[in-house]
């Protein structure tokens, strides 16, 4: 499972000309010559595109945790007509392949003249679109006592002071989890930012790793190894530092 990833490691830090050549893991010659040149090979240094996945990413997982946390609070504790109907639908679209909805979502952002920005990939977010979240979030509040809201509706609170007061402090391990998920996903996407960014100046970085390979040309796999492996470094950064809130909002989700 590691071995491809050390080999990229080490093709990182061979001359171009030795990656296929040799193909252990100990190169016979060290250069931090890929780096350099992929840092700058693209039309913008390497670090603008790292921007443009930061700032997307960011507005994804703000956007995920305010919105799948308010309808799973509504789900989990509010009661409206047809509730579990529509929390059966919300299920189901777990079902539904991300390829089936790509092409009319497409059409409507192009309606909406949205192609080349960054809101076809924020929007859904906005709305809430990600039922896994969702779902999760809902069993992980279904743990929680009825008391304390009981509590808080005595002491005179409403439906948003015990939303913010009493359930989403507790429920930080459910969050780090949504949080760190979604993190991860939308940095390694590649499909929906290929098809709705398509100016090089608004590229993120999965989309600018790309640009390294040409089928009609010479690919600069030395270069594209070496950014792949700085890419790399923000999602473990990002899991190490949320990983025993990651393991706890598994682990207890759904446990009474």
């Not at 809201?149 to 989403?168: L, P, Q």
């Not at 700085?230 to 473990?236: D, E, K, Q, S, V």
């Not at 530092?241 to 989700?253: E, F, H, N, S």
């Amino acid at each position: 499972m590691l071995y491809p990833l050390f080999w990229m490691i080490s093709s990182s830090l061979k001359p171009e000309e030795l990656i296929f050549r040799q193909p252990g893991l100990w190169p016979s010659q060290v250069t931090l010559e890929n780096y350099t040149e992929g840092w700058y090979a693209l039309k913008h240094p390497f670090g603008y595109y790292l921007w443009n996945s930061a700032v997307l990413t960011g507005l994804s997982v703000i956007a995920n945790l305010v919105a799948c946390s308010l309808a799973a609070y509504a789900f989990a504790r509010l009661n409206f007509p047809l509730k579990k109907l529509w929390f059966a639908l919300m299920l189901g679209t777990i079902m539904l392949p991300h390829h089936v909805t790509i092409v009319p979502q497409y059409i409507m952002f192009s309606k909406l003249d949205m192609i080349n920005t960054i809101w076809p990939l924020v929007l859904p977010k906005i709305l809430a679109t990600d039922a896994f979240f969702i779902f999760l979030m809902v069993q992980f509040i279904r743990t929680l006592p009825r008391e304390l809201d009981e509590a808080a509706e005595i002491d005179g609170a409403g439906y948003w002071r015990i939303f913010m007061r009493v359930v989403m402090p507790l429920c930080v391990p459910a969050l780090a989890t949504t949080a760190i998920f979604t993190f991860i996903w939308t940095w390694n996407d590649f499909l929906s930012q290929l098809l709705y960014l398509n100016n090089p100046d608004n590229f993120t970085v999965t989309v600018a790793l790309r640009t390294f390979l040409d089928a009609s040309s010479d690919s600069s796999w030395g270069p594209m190894f070496a950014m792949s492996i700085i890419a790399l470094g923000p999602i473990f950064g990002f899991f190490l530092a949320g990983q025993k809130y990651l393991i706890r909002g598994v682990a207890t989700t759904g446990l009474k």
